[in-house]
């Protein structure tokens, strides 16, 4: 009987929790709590997921004498980001259907605030409280990353704060390294997906058999497809010539006429074209913008390009084109020397491969017999 009873009491224990689960509306709530004199409005922007698919929803968390309240909605976990007014303030919470979570603080800073109600966004908020002190210096913002990847390879927060704020674009080895260092439970396709970062797969980055990522970038590239000013198109071949410099560029670059200027002296010290490429390659869909500055300029003796497909452009992936300007240097072989952002250290690497001797072929010697090789006449 007493068996029974237990059977009975686990059967019940069991429907109620199948009940309450059941129960749970596809809703999530923030609560803001900060100081009766703090008045506001933050915008709240989220992805409503559901079976069908989602959409986008935006929400205005109105902040009257402290206080606000934001009844919001979705079925699987989502991020939501938090903006003020200014757009210069903002943060990101993870939530899911049930939670209840609650912000509090002075109301200022929003790295300073405190999360409570969901253990994700509470080690988020805990975390940010630190690093954020460091985000203007990247190489100490990665390290803060970093760290809490290398000491928590089992946490899917892991996994959200490479997705959410490592840069992949300035940074893509060090993003690999550290992704494909937690555990393959931690970075599912599901959170890739709730993250929003779609260029993880077939743009910048590869899945390989085991399930890991691996960068597109072909430091080998030997040539390059560009839209030319007289020809249309025109294929860069990086190995025909000594050395290549490409310059890849927008209008709004502020370092353009230091680099028009640098250009105008590298075409002075090497004159003959048939030995170099140098080239500036405007990167933007509006080809009468590109033709208006290239006017103002008066830039000779540089390939002129323009690039219309933005850095999605396959060439621009393989090329590894992070953000603009950006300075590629290739060798004679097509091998890269330099890439990044910096003009001086691309020019350097360029004349080095333009001074660089270039050795002839030994010659071959023909096969001539001595006087003890010759045959002796029988007399």
């Known amino acids: 009987m007493k068996t029974f009873a237990s059977k009975m009491v686990a059967l019940w224990a069991s429907f109620m929790v199948l009940m309450f689960t059941g129960c749970i509306k596809n809703e999530f709530e923030i609560n803001f709590e900060f ?29 009257q004498e402290g206080v606000a309240s934001v009844g919001c909605v979705t079925r699987f976990p989502t991020l939501v980001y938090i903006t003020d007014a200014s757009s210069s303030n903002s943060m ?40 954020y002190a460091r985000k203007d210096d990247r190489k100490a913002f990665e390290k803060s990353i970093g760290d809490y ?20 674009r300035e940074n ?23 993250c929003g970062a779609t ?10 058999a085991e399930g890991k990522l691996a960068y597109e970038k072909d430091r080998a590239l030997k040539s390059l497809v560009v839209r030319s000013l007289d020809n249309g198109l025109d294929t860069l071949k990086f190995n025909k010539v000594k050395g290549t410099l490409l310059y890849f560029f927008a209008e709004n ?41 290239i006017r103002r300029d008066s830039l000779k003796g540089v390939v002129r390009a323009w690039q219309p497909y ?7 992936v393989k090329l590894g084109v992070t953000r603009l300007p950006w300075y590629i240097v290739k060798d004679k072989n097509g091998k890269e020397s330099y890439s990044g952002c910096d003009i001086k250290s691309a020019v350097s690497a360029f004349r080095k ?10 010659a071959k010697t023909a096969n001539k017999q001595t006087s003890a090789d010759k045959p002796k006449s029988n007399k």
């Open 35 to 63: 100081p009766k004199d703090h008045i506001g409005n933050y915008l709240l922007t989220y992805y409503a997921w559901d079976s069908r698919g989602g959409r986008w929803i935006e929400q205005t968390a109105s902040i």
């Open 172 to 194: 893509p080895e060090g993003f690999l390294k550290l992704w494909n260092s937690i555990d393959s439970d931690a970075r599912s396709q599901q959170l890739v997906e709730m």
């Open 253 to 293: 670059n502020s370092s353009r006429q230091e680099t028009v200027d640098t250009l105008k002296s590298l075409v002075k010290l090497y004159p003959d074209s048939a030995k170099r490429i140098l080239s500036d390659i405007y990167v933007d869909s509006d080809s009468m913008t590109w033709r208006g500055a």
């Open 92 to 131: 990101i919470l993870y939530a899911e259907r049930g939670d209840r979570i609650k912000i509090s603080g002075d109301g200022r800073d929003m790295k300073e605030w405190n999360v409570k109600g969901n253990s994700m966004s509470e080690r988020w908020a805990q975390w940010r409280r630190d690093a």
């Open 199 to 208: 260029d993880l797969l077939g743009v910048e980055f590869t899945a390989t």
């Open 310 to 316: 933005d850095l999605g452009d396959d060439g621009m």
């Open 149 to 168: 990847v290398s000491k928590n390879a089992s946490d899917p927060l892991s996994a959200i704060l490479l997705l959410t704020e490592w840069n992949r």
């Open 353 to 362: 491969e333009m001074e660089k001797k270039e050795t002839k072929p030994a």
